[in-house]
T-cell receptor, first 113, second 114 residues
């Protein structure tokens, strides 16, 4: 069965520093991987997805994610964090049929000024 | 950017009562979903809907749950007899394509069952 794991409940980083939010996956077949962000009192917003191709995927708001097949990881990264990046980040994988997303438990990113 | 709209934002109900959560998906989207998030836990898939039929449902989506697209714009989730454990944030989402595509989520309805 498809699953994702986000090993960190919270990531703290200073503004201007690079950030990484970790995600590992377990799938049967090809992985379809996503990152979503949730700001307070808002719905989840799509950041980026990996289906095939380049291992470095670029997304919204300057975020990117690195797909690593050997480590079964799909970490979210940004070279220089902003205070406004503070939010809850979810990694997700498509189910085998591609008809639903299976989410991780989320990682709270806190960027301090 | 177009948005998925959910109403109400908060719903409080007594255990055993029926609730209907409403969603207006993005107008040209054809694939609709409900997810829920119990406080402090994962976002969980409930059901997907296409062409006036359920495409897929999770184990959570038992006989107490139903979905409907009563007209060309609304998409509803009904819980017939609410339980305490149904308390959660319920998210509606829509997509213009079938598989492994970007979902657009609403802001959610916080359901509290007392």
């Amino acid at each position: 069965a498809q699953s994702v794991a986000q090993p960190e409940d919270q990531v703290n980083v200073a503004e201007g520093n690079p950030l990484t939010v970790k995600c590992t996956y377990s799938v049967s077949g090809n992985p379809y991987l996503f990152w979503y962000v949730q700001y307070p009192n808002r719905g989840l917003q799509f950041l980026l997805k990996y289906i095939t191709g380049d291992n470095l995927v670029k997304g919204s708001y300057g975020f990117e994610a690195e797909f690593n097949k050997s480590q079964t990881s799909f970490h979210l990264k940004k070279p220089s964090a902003l205070v406004s990046d503070s939010a809850l980040y979810f990694c997700a994988v498509g189910n085998q049929a591609g008809t639903a997303l299976i989410f991780g438990k989320g990682t709270t990113l806190s960027v301090s000024s | 950017e177009p948005e998925v709209t959910q109403t109400p934002s908060h719903q409080v109900t007594q255990m055993g009562q029926e609730v209907i959560l409403r969603c207006v998906p993005i107008s040209n989207h054809l694939y609709f979903y409900w997810y829920r998030q119990i406080l402090g836990q994962k976002v969980e898939f409930l059901v997907s809907f296409y062409n006036n039929e359920i495409s897929e449902k999770s184990e959570i989506f038992d006989d107490q749950f139903s979905v409907e697209r009563p007209d060309g714009s609304n998409f509803t989730l009904k819980i017939r007899s609410t339980k305490l454990e149904d308390s959660a944030m319920y998210f509606c989402a829509s997509s213009d394509r079938a598989r492994n595509e970007k979902l657009f989520f609403g802001s959610g309805t916080q359901l509290s069952v007392l």
